[in-house]
């Protein structure tokens, strides 16, 4: 594995880019398309297609496993992180057309507004596939959420609302009250971590297909962790 990492913004949050990410990636590729057709999501913001990933899924939950035990040196190092919990995992295809965007999913956004919540993300598919940005507020100046700074958020985009109206597009650059601070290249094989506190969007290509099929579409490996323990 390669690995780099850097700091966003003004807040200085960390984020780890890892190249190499695992050994087999054909064969993660292979367990995504034996789950496949993957269900659509309701009452989520995800734009497209997941499948959910959990313990009786036998050696795709293997997967899930492995890379939290060969991230447990990086995430005590980075993050200083010695014990964290799976929320979630699963795979994951963008496939939702911009005309049939919600307004949400327009705009930047966080997984999760603590401290403790992290995101791994794995880019799996061979297909350039934009990447993923990372924004700063600017109404509110916040580059990451957090239970103190919820209503603020929510008052300072509701005058977005007013200010800029939706744009039924996908989020890209300097739009809609958001002005971006960082992005990472979507390339295959490589894991990008972050703070799930930290607002970002997927980046879209010009000619992004949107597939439902994992061996072209722009499947993702996604693993959301607690942190439960710090050194």
């Known amino acids: 594995m390669s690995i780099n990492v850097f700091k966003v913004g003004l807040e200085e949050t960390p984020v780890v ?4 990410f695992v050994q087999e990636p054909e064969r993660i590729i292979e367990l995504a398309v034996d789950m496949a057709p993957f269900p659509s999501q309701s009452g989520h913001y995800y734009p497209g297609r997941r499948r959910r990933i959990t313990p009786q899924d036998g050696e795709t939950f293997d997967y899930v ?18 014990k964290y919990d799976i929320l979630d995992a699963g795979f994951s295809l963008v496939t939702t057309k911009p005309e ?12 999760h507004h603590d401290s403790n919540g992290f995101a791994i993300l794995h880019y799996l598919s061979r297909r ?13 100046g916040f580059e990451t ?15 977005d609302a007013e200010l800029y109206g939706v744009t039924q597009a996908y989020h890209k650059g300097d739009r809609d009250g958001f002005v971006e601070l960082a992005s990472v290249e979507a390339r295959f094989n490589r894991a990008v971590i972050y703070p799930g ?7 879209l290509p010009d000619d992004f297909n949107f597939s439902p099929d994992p061996r ?15 050194r």
Request: net charge positive.
């Open 100 to 111: 049939d965007l919600q307004p949400l999913q327009t705009v930047p956004h966080f997984d």
């Open 197 to 203: 506190k930290l607002l970002h969007s997927a980046v």
């Open 17 to 20: 880019v890892i190249d190499n």
């Open 65 to 82: 496993s492995s890379v939290c035990q060969s991230l447990a040196p990086v995430m005590a190092s980075v993050y200083g992180i010695t």
């Open 216 to 230: 072209t579409g722009r499947l993702t490996g996604n693993v959301f962790v607690r942190a439960t323990a710090w």
């Open 128 to 140: 350039p596939g934009g990447g993923t940005a990372f924004y700063r507020h600017l109404g509110s």
């Open 145 to 159: 959420l957090s239970d103190e700074r919820k209503d603020a958020y929510s008052a300072a985009r509701m005058k």
